[in-house]
């Protein structure tokens, strides 16, 4: 009878958020690798799916390998938050070759550029 | 969360140091003039080492997931209707004839 009253595949945005919490992490963790690895264009995204693949393979193992009694679907682990990932990914690769490059990026040293300019004429 | 956030903090150390030996690494390269073709084998095995930690960290740090079936064992959902404190006679359903041959279904 309490099933009648309570929706009985109801899931807790507190444990969608641990799924998202997982994903970034681990995106952002992968993308710090991947650049520090040098991995250049497809390989480093090959290799953020082989990281979200190893993340789903983790989540399944702390649900005991029992989906259905913690989540309605398998989208849940396999596909919730891996594009969202993938811009954090992207994100963390890239910089590390700013770093390598040893100097900023052309838009960057014109912003800079700007900043001194306003600065002197607000000092004079 | 204490232990698995410590693993984390732990991995992302081990990341930092593996990412401080790259940087000197590609600046003996610079001086050598040699290609980078990828970090010595030291730092690989740092990541992977970092990588399995923060994986670790990743799944223990959040929380635990919890079952969505009522009736489980871990089950936390406090029913109302069973919880007499919450019920409420006084209302304007008392005016209407009492169906007494009403069945739960």
């Known amino acids: 009878m309490l099933s009648s009253f309570f929706p009985c595949h109801w899931i807790s945005p507190f444990i969608l958020s641990i799924l998202l919490f ?7 963790i992968g993308g710090v690798i991947a650049g520090i690895l040098g991995l250049n264009s497809l390989t480093g995204f090959i290799f953020y799916f082989l990281v979200m693949a190893m993340t789903s393979v983790a989540l399944t193992a702390k649900a005991k390998f029992s989906i259905h009694s913690y989540f309605d679907s398998w989208n849940r682990i396999l596909l919730d938050g891996c594009f969202g990932g993938l811009m954090s990914f992207v994100l963390f690769w890239t910089y590390p070759s700013y770093v390598r490059f040893a100097h900023f990026p052309p838009p960057l040293i014109k912003l800079s550029e700007l900043c001194c300019q306003s600065f002197q004429v607000l000092l004079s | 969360m204490g232990a698995g956030f410590l693993v984390g903090v732990i991995g992302v150390l081990i990341l930092s140091h593996a990412t401080y030996s790259t940087i000197q690494y590609r600046a003996l390269l610079k001086i050598t003039e040699e290609e980078f073709s990828g970090p010595p084998i030291d730092v690989v095995i740092e990541l992977i080492v970092s990588l399995v930690l923060c994986l670790w960290a990743a799944m223990a740090a959040p929380g635990n997931f919890k079952s969505i079936h009522p009736q489980s064992e871990e089950n ?4 109302l209707p069973a919880n007499l404190d919450f019920m409420i006679f006084n209302h304007r359903g008392k005016i209407f004839p009492l169906e007494t041959e009403l069945k739960l279904k």
Not at chain 1, 22 to 28: D, N, Q
Not at chain 2, 76 to 79: G, I, K, N, S, T
Request: no cysteine.
């Open chain 2, 76 to 79: 936390r959902v406090v029913a």
């Open chain 1, 22 to 28: 997982s994903r970034t992490f681990m995106a952002i």
